[in-house]
């Protein structure tokens, strides 16, 4: 009952900004029309109010991407239990969001991502399919805006490689997580010779810098856990310390 009244106490503060959705998109827009705290040319789409959620949709909710067609295995690789509470930081259209509702039951799912279309969308269509355990949160480029100790899961996927300030991402990451939380992070293998041209010019490094940089952030290497799915991606599991 414990942790169901703290969720419920959680969802509430945050669905006092999620109630103002429009007061947030005209802060999120001002912020970018006066350079404080802007996303960089990579990520300012995504803060576009005239961004269509249908384009990506079509471009994240596809078989032929990867972290999508391997979802079932994805899922079994985070291992969420009812009652668990989970951030889905850079969550997208939201796909990710809607299986964790189902996996977590009485606990909570808190829909982070910097795009206001995107949060519009996911609070949506939470609403149109009866999600009750499912928060949208705006964030900041540098900080998922999360409570401290308010989930004890944290999910990033194919989304780590777009953090702008990733020590400043990480850090309010690691205050979200009650001690001992788990992180998973999905990216892309980046090797030369070996990776596509595309992966080579949007990921900024390799696996091996990404788990450098969360670790020096306060997390502990768990494990690699292979994706059978997965040619292009890997997964990383960490603790927080």
């Not at 189902?102 to 149109?128: K, L, M, Q, T």
Request: glycine letters at 10%.
């Amino acid at each position: 009952m414990r942790r169901v009244g703290l969720s419920l106490l959680l969802a509430s503060m945050l669905s006092l900004g999620c109630a103002a959705q429009s007061e947030a998109e005209q802060a999120a827009a001002g912020a970018v029309a006066a350079g404080a705290d802007a996303p960089s040319e990579l990520n300012a789409r995504f803060v576009d109010p005239e961004m269509d959620v249908d384009e990506w949709i079509g471009r994240f909710e596809v078989e032929s991407r990867e972290v999508f067609a391997a979802r079932d295995e994805v899922m079994a690789a985070v291992g969420l239990s009812a009652g668990d509470r989970i951030a889905d930081i850079g969550a997208g259209t939201g796909f990710y969001t809607r299986l964790f509702s189902e996996a977590v039951g009485d606990g909570w799912v808190y829909a982070v991502d910097i795009s206001p279309r995107f949060i519009e969308h996911i609070n949506a269509s939470a609403g149109r399919d009866g999600l009750q355990n499912v928060t949208g949160v705006l964030s900041r480029v540098d900080s998922v805006m999360l409570p401290p100790a308010s989930v004890n899961h944290a999910f990033i996927c194919d989304t780590y490689h777009h953090f702008d300030t990733p020590a400043d991402t990480l850090a309010s990451i690691h205050a979200a997580l009650e001690p001992g939380g788990m992180l998973t992070v999905i990216d892309f293998e980046r090797i030369e010779g070996v990776s596509s041209d595309w992966i080579m010019g949007h990921v900024r490094a390799g696996k091996e810098v990404f788990r450098a940089e969360i670790e020096a952030a306060g997390f502990a290497f768990v494990e690699e856990i292979e994706i059978e799915g997965f040619e292009q991606n890997y997964l990383l599991k960490f603790r927080r310390k």
